[in-house]
């Protein structure tokens, strides 16, 4: 039986409370998710009963939410998504690539976090596009893989990208494969001039177009003077471009992938209790080094909720995208000829993925568990099964 706090434990305790708080102040897709997450696996989404065929154990299983924004549902759809990401790997070395924004341009994304978000990734891509471009550096086209994550780890607004890109590309021509050094991609401060400029630039042709709103506190940035002063020193900052050391094979490629292309502001499992003072949960802290860089943090539940609903994303935004020779329909021949110009065969694709109706075995026996009733969303859920002590099971069907 489930004893850890949870997300959804919160919302279902402190969310009435909430919405009816700030009533008026929370968009449509923010209620949406608040409710997705309080109602994913509970009788309230319908679900099933099985039972074993060989001891007749029963279990109830109840279905999930699937929204992107929930941290009981993310592992199924990056497991569906590494998959098939995993025919796209190449045998070369991967880099790590990170694009951030300065605090004075996230405070504008905040208030209009769909075009800022977008350009953060345009801005970003076409950098690297870029410089990977120029002879001067890679001369290649090279292929990239984006996320875009919104938070710091105490769920402070802080938008970033995370790019993985194979360590190198193919030439103009697509004559040849040219590889980048072993523990280098590109400069990092030459990746910081294009990206401060590039995003800058189109930032302050967003605002004269007319496209970027403003409320409350930075309401006066819809003024021009107003909105260009600040931008002045942001100009001459350094604009943060980390790049890591390539990763260890392609294994760890699709570990680090895992964690980050499915993550949601905080996970479960860095949720430490949820009491009348608030909710404890664990973070780094990025300043400290070593192991004083785990440290706890205790937020009042409605900030902590406040928090996490920061970072939900506009509706059909995408979190995930690709680029070079890696974006459209046109990755399968790029990645084909890739493999050609450095001499290795095509995966084999004769895996067999996993069912979506998976089911565990029975945990009494290990026997194979069977559907023998179906309950709708909303409608009561069955009785329990004769065997008191038959466990109940909250996961997805």
């Not at 929370?26 to 009963?49: D, F, P």
Request: aromatic share 8%; glycine share 6%; with cysteine.
């Amino acid at each position: 039986m489930r004893t850890s706090v949870e997300v959804a434990d919160i919302f279902r305790a402190a969310g009435p409370a909430y919405r009816a708080a700030h009533a008026g102040h929370l968009s449509l897709i923010q209620l949406k998710v608040m409710s997705a997450i309080e109602h994913c696996r509970t009788a309230a989404l319908g679900g099933h009963v099985e039972a074993c065929e060989d001891c007749g154990q029963w279990r109830i299983a109840y279905n999930s939410c699937r929204n992107r924004h929930c941290p009981r549902c993310q592992g199924a759809a990056a497991r569906t998504w590494l998959a098939e990401r995993e025919a796209d790997l190449l045998p070369v070395g991967y880099f790590h690539v990170v694009f951030t924004l300065p605090a004075e341009v996230a405070v504008i994304a905040f208030h209009n976090k769909a075009l800022v978000y977008d350009l953060l990734f345009k801005a970003a891509s076409e950098t690297m596009l870029a410089i990977a471009a120029d002879p001067k550096h890679l001369g290649a086209r090279i292929g990239i893989t984006a996320v875009l994550h919104t938070w710091g780890s105490a769920m402070t607004h802080h938008p970033h990208v995370h790019m993985i890109v194979p360590g190198g590309g193919i030439t103009p021509d697509a004559s040849r494969w040219i590889s980048s050094r072993p523990a280098f991609l590109l400069p990092v401060r030459v990746l910081g001039k294009l990206f401060r400029r590039l995003f800058l630039t189109r930032l302050v042709a967003l605002h004269d177009a007319g496209r970027l709103a403003f409320f409350g506190s930075a309401a006066h940035l819809a003024d021009r003077r107003a909105f260009l002063r600040p931008q002045a020193p942001v100009k001459k900052k350094r604009w943060v471009v980390y790049a890591k050391p390539p990763f260890a094979g392609p294994g760890a490629v699709l570990a680090y992938l895992s964690r980050y292309t499915h993550r949601v502001a905080i996970s479960n499992r860095r949720l430490i209790a949820f009491e009348e003072a608030g909710v404890t949960f664990r973070y780094k802290d990025y300043r400290r080094d070593g192991t004083d860089r785990q440290q706890v943090m205790t937020l009042a539940t409605d900030e902590f909720i406040r928090r996490f609903l920061l970072h939900v994303l506009p509706r059909g935004f995408h979190r995930i995208r690709h680029y070079g020779l890696l974006a459209g329909s046109a990755h399968k021949a790029s990645l084909a000829r890739a493999r050609e110009l450095l001499g290795v065969a095509a995966p084999s694709d004769d895996h067999t993925p996993e069912p979506e109706d998976f089911r565990p075995p029975c945990s009494c026996c290990g026997g194979r568990m069977i559907v023998i009733e179906v309950f709708e969303r909303w409608r009561r859920q069955p009785r329990g099964p004769p065997n008191a002590s038959a466990p109940i099971r909250e996961t997805a069907p």
